[in-house]
């Protein structure tokens, strides 16, 4: 799940809370438990039966929903599986990827671990993960549960899949809006279909005083992942997997740069400093569109519910062209490397792990968020439809999901935040960034390949 910062609790609780094996709920209908060593068989009196036995400790990352749902999901898992019994390891985001490093360095650790891909930058997943396929799962089974565009979310010498794909918050990939201040304006959202649209839109929303913008007509966020989506949507590219050659200074980055950039000064629709008094712009109705990620739309929802807040997919760059989404990366679970594939353990984790991806594993999260879930099957699930979030994420995967794109350099591509804001600040031209970003990344690239042998 992608949890802004200020989400995520910063406590540190180290203790292991015992729980006994829940996983989120029913049984995955179409998925064989006897793939990871569970049987699935009922005797005549009904009583479901289980393989699977012994102890599993998960590391999860701490935050107010995510504790209640992986907590549910133990409690489900268990009245399934009596004789297997899973511990829940809760850390704060920080320490997620610091503690697994360290404890496989040191041959001991949990089990398994939530995780976010782009931790494993520069890494051989293979020293820190045990491979998911094709012991534990078959490839064909997990595109079957989950998305084939996800499956090789980290980098590893060999192509199997090291992390089963969860959750994603979609930074940059909605348009977030004021149902009201839209339909007093006359501006109708089905047609924010192109990006001059939306330009158009924001012309009409904004207000001004003196030449000094008080209500935004459109608000970005996440600048890296629209400037990356945006050179890809007109053929271009930032990165190249084959070569691992950053390719920055194009006319497709310029053009993406330049978009950015005309919102404050050709346009007029956006402040660069947000105005003193202002705690969050959209949920006091003081801009009336932000690009903004999937996840948004439940934070605003719980803080700001009085405020009809409605968000759609991004168009893409090029007007008539199918968007991309790029990725920097996705939440999942991975298994530790210093598991076998037939070891009790793996197979227990494997069949919790498969668990979360059912729609009944999922509920408890759907309720509460409204970024992507990563399982197939929850979107058709007729109880998932019935959650908050069910009918604006019911065409999630046509839309987004499965035009997704992730990509495994070494370098972390998602740290040129601070060249955007110089170029927005007039500290810095277009062409300087760019030129700056691609010494800076082929020097970060380089290096991480040196460190990876």
């Known amino acids: 799940m992608e949890v802004d910062s200020g989400v995520v609790s910063k406590r540190s609780r180290r203790a292991v809370v015992r729980v006994g094996v829940g996983a989120l709920g029913g049984v995955a209908a179409a998925v064989s438990l006897a793939a990871c060593g569970a049987d699935a068989a009922r005797p005549a009196g009904g009583t479901q039966t289980s393989e699977l036995s012994g102890t599993f400790d998960l590391l999860y990352q701490t935050w107010a929903v995510g504790d209640v749902y992986h907590k549910q999901a133990v409690e489900a898992f268990e009245r399934k599986h009596p004789q297997a019994k899973v511990s829940l390891v809760p850390v704060a985001y920080g320490e997620m990827a610091p503690k697994v490093r360290t404890s496989i360095a040191a041959g001991s650790g949990p089990d398994g671990f939530q995780t976010y891909t782009g931790f494993w930058r520069g890494t051989n997943a293979a020293t820190i993960m045990l491979p998911l396929t094709p012991t534990l799962f078959k490839r064909g089974e997990l595109e079957q549960i989950t998305f084939p565009n996800l499956l090789n979310a980290v980098w590893a010498k060999n192509n199997e899949t090291y992390v089963l794909p969860h959750s994603v918050g979609m930074n940059g990939s909605m ?42 007509g459109v608000l970005p966020t996440a600048q890296t992942n629209l400037i990356m989506r945006w050179i890809i949507d007109q053929g271009g590219r930032f990165y190249d997997e084959k070569s691992y ?16 950039l005309d919102l404050y000064d050709k346009h007029n629709v956006a402040w660069r ?3 003193d008094g202002i705690k969050d712009a959209m949920g006091e109705a003081r801009a009336a569109t932000i690009i903004h990620g999937a996840y948004a739309l439940s934070n605003y929802v719980k803080n700001y519910p009085d405020v009809k807040l409605v968000d759609q997919p991004m168009p893409a760059f090029v007007n008539g062209k199918s968007p991309n989404y790029y990725e920097h990366e996705i939440a999942g679970y991975a298994l530790s490397a210093l598991l076998k594939p037939d070891d ?15 729609p009944e594993g999922a509920r408890a999260l759907a309720s509460e968020y409204s970024g992507a879930i990563l399982s197939k099957d929850v979107y058709s699930d007729p109880s998932f439809k019935d959650t908050p979030f069910g009918a604006a994420r019911a065409k999630l995967p046509e839309q987004i999901i499965s035009k997704m794109v992730l990509m ?3 370098a972390q591509p998602g740290d040129f935040g601070a060249h955007v804001t110089k170029v927005v600040n007039g500290e810095l031209s277009i062409k ?6 691609q010494q800076t990344y082929t020097a970060k690239e380089e290096e991480a390949r040196r460190n990876m042998g």
Not at 182 to 197: E, N, Q, R
């Open 175 to 216: 348009l977030v809006y004021n149902a009201k201040l839209l339909s007093d304006t006359g501006v109708d959202p089905k047609g924010l279909t192109t990006l001059d649209a939306i330009i158009a839109a924001a012309n009409k929303l904004t207000q001004r005083e003196g030449g000094s913008v008080t209500r935004a």
């Open 245 to 260: 050659k950053w390719t920055w200074q194009t006319t497709e980055a310029e053009r993406a740069f330049q978009w950015i």
């Open 273 to 275: 400093k947000q105005p």
């Open 344 to 358: 009790p353990k793996a197979k227990i984790g494997a069949a919790f792990f498969r668990d979360l991806l059912t």
């Open 408 to 410: 495994t350099m070494a």
């Open 432 to 437: 300087a960034a760019l030129q700056d970003m």
